[in-house]
């Protein structure tokens, strides 16, 4: 019988990536659970505790992105959670949307992470409406009508920014939504 040259270092070298790749899977599934963590603390209105899990989400991220060379594809998930979590953390504390480059996330997670944020956006719109905040509703809706209309002109296959399209006619709904909620919450 023959055997395949080199058989024994292939294996082994196939269980260290597979060893790699579960590690940055584990990762991605923490950073997703912290990023909900803390968008749920923000909703509820505890920011001293979604501060706090925004730092665990950071220290995960930077963990992956050490160990995710060559598995981004796994990882892309957690990065896109992770521009919604901290995106909406900034919104929420300094009133501005963050960059890509000042949150330190490659492109297509930046993209897909804002473009999710638009719900976290209505959410706190409609609560703001129901606290009689037509103002802080009307910034909320800015801040989603904004990020909707920088990206209206985009299209990319989706093999390129996976749901992308899916993402843009959502964020659309939601825009058109909350610009319907504020007008009856104005003129009533």
């Not at 706090?52 to 991220?61: H, N, P, Q, V």
């Not at 209505?122 to 009689?132: F, H, L, Q, T, W």
Request: cysteine-free; proline content about 2%; aromatic content about 6%.
């Amino acid at each position: 019988m023959r055997s395949i040259p080199d058989v024994g270092r292939i294996e082994k070298r196939l269980i260290a990536l597979q060893k790699k790749k579960d590690i940055v899977q584990e990762l991605s599934r923490d950073a997703i659970r912290a990023a909900g963590k803390s968008i749920t603390l923000m909703h509820a209105g505890k920011m001293k505790g979604a501060g706090s899990e925004m730092k665990r989400l950071a220290a995960l991220i930077l963990k992956l992105k050490k160990a995710e060379k060559g598995f981004e594809y796994f990882s892309t998930q957690a990065h896109q959670e992770y521009v919604e979590a901290r995106a909406f953390y900034i919104i929420l504390k300094e009133r501005r949307l963050a960059s890509a480059g000042e949150l330190r996330v490659r492109e297509i997670p930046y993209l897909l992470g804002i473009m999710d944020l638009t719900g976290e956006l209505k959410r706190e719109a409609i609560e703001a409406m129901r606290d009689g905040d037509t103002k802080l509703a009307n910034e909320y809706y800015g801040f989603m009508k904004g990020i909707y209309d920088s990206t209206r002109a985009m299209r990319f296959a989706n093999s390129l920014v996976p749901e992308f399209r899916r993402k843009q006619d959502t964020a659309r709904i939601q825009v058109e939504s909350t610009a319907s909620e504020l007008l009856g919450a104005t003129s009533r």
